[in-house]
């Protein structure tokens, strides 16, 4: 038997559900009988038909995905997204981005090479702490669509719910850029357009991205865009217009599966999920702001549930704690280089007993250099 694995908490590529790796390890070089990997497999054919199709069923019953949006299985990542969601939207060339951390600031300069982009929001000045209220974005009526980031992966910033834009008065689509949180929590999906995620935070391998989007929406791109990302012709080919990321897909299948059937307080599914993700992030916030040493700088209404930023009052000993924390089976603690410090990144493969592994050393910790 193989020792317990470590507690892995990268903020993406990220820990996958250790019995889908071990599904994907027996499947690796015979899939169900047909002599084949799933790497070796044409993606036009049966076998391959079959497991992107059930991916994306199962991905759909996840998400609670109405039959009005379309699922595309694409590649680029999110950047990419920043770029392609333009490039078919901004037609009259006008966005409006909500700026709430360090990946919304980047989608910002990005559509600003394809439209005119205003800055509802931008906290860069306060350090990406807080979401200024609905009320206060003056949002402008003809624009092409309202961009925002659902979970600022860097900064820890989280929108607890998507904001209504009809009853902002405004009529444009809001396009999500849900890389860390989507199947972390429920959507409502009546308040989206669009949303993209690169799988490697909560759901797969790096290489696959995720675009959910309303059929009302797919039309012709601006000339520019590259016929491999136009959603329309990516919609219209069900994800095969050219060779996907195949293995990528499956093993987000894999994930699919084992989130469809996740048991949690008497939950199953997202649900189940959803409330374990509560339960982790409270048992660490509560931790943090308990904690001498330790502490989290959001403003508590908007703390993301996934990845929690922390830093050590006394930071001469961030290293130390890094080392013995990694040493003791709790990896990629280390914070994003723009921001120093630690992260702690809570994705659905993290168990509660992981988040309590690290909060314990924590303790220990603050007791030995307290
Ligand atoms: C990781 C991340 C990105 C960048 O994703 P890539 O796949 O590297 O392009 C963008 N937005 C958010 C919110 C992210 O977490």
Redesign the pocket.
């Known amino acids: 038997m193989a020792a317990a694995r470590p507690f892995n908490f990268s ?2 590529p990220a820990a996958l559900p250790l019995p889908v790796l071990e599904r994907a390890a027996a499947e690796m070089t015979d899939w169900q009988g047909s002599g084949m990997s799933v790497m070796e497999m044409s993606h036009r054919g049966p076998e391959f038909q079959s497991i992107i199709r059930k991916a994306e069923g199962d991905l759909r019953q996840l998400q609670g995905l109405p039959e009005d949006f379309a699922i595309l299985f694409m590649q ?6 920043n770029a392609i969601v333009p490039l078919n939207l901004a037609h009259k060339g006008r966005v409006d981005v909500l700026v709430t951390g360090s ?1 919304s600031a ?2 910002a300069n990005e559509a600003a090479r394809y439209a005119d982009v205003q800055r509802v929001v931008d906290t860069q000045p306060g350090g990406y702490l807080d979401i200024p209220p609905a009320s206060t974005w003056a949002l402008r009526s003809d624009v092409d669509y309202v961009h925002l ?1 659902s ?4 900064d820890g910033v989280e929108f607890a719910e998507l904001p209504d834009l009809q009853t902002l008065g405004c009529q444009a689509p809001l396009v999500v ?4 949180n989507q199947l972390s929590r429920p959507f409502d999906w009546s308040r989206v357009g669009l949303a993209f ?2 799988a ?2 909560n759901i797969g391998p ?1 290489g696959l ?1 995720l675009v959910y989007v309303r059929r009302e929406l797919l039309r012709s791109p601006l000339p520019a865009c590259p016929t491999a990302f136009s959603f329309e012709t990516v919609a219209r080919e069900g994800s095969m217009f050219n060779t996907p990321p195949t293995y990528a897909i499956y093993l987000a299948g894999l994930v699919f599966e084992w989130a469809l059937g996740f048991e949690y307080a008497g939950l199953r599914g997202l649900a189940a999920l959803e409330a374990q993700n509560r339960d982790k992030a409270a048992l660490l916030y509560g931790f943090l702001d308990r904690s001498a040493l330790f502490f989290n700088p959001v403003r508590p209404d908007v703390r993301s549930r996934m990845n929690v930023p922390f830093f050590l009052r006394e930071s001469g000993l961030t290293d130390t704690f890094l080392a013995q924390a990694g040493a003791a089976g709790l990896l990629q603690l280390k914070g994003h280089k723009s921001k120093g410090g630690c992260r702690a990144s809570l994705y659905n493969a993290m168990p509660l007993a992981g988040v309590q592994a690290l909060v314990d050393f924590m303790q220990d910790f603050e007791r030995r250099h307290g």
Do not use: Y
């Not at 979970?151 to 860097?154: F, L, P, S």
């Not at 850029?177 to 860390?180: A, G, H, N, V």
């Open positions: 903020a993406g680029g990542g999110a950047l990419a997204e990946w980047k989608s980031c979970n600022e992966t860097i850029d849900c890389s860390s995620g690169g490697q935070k790096a991205t």
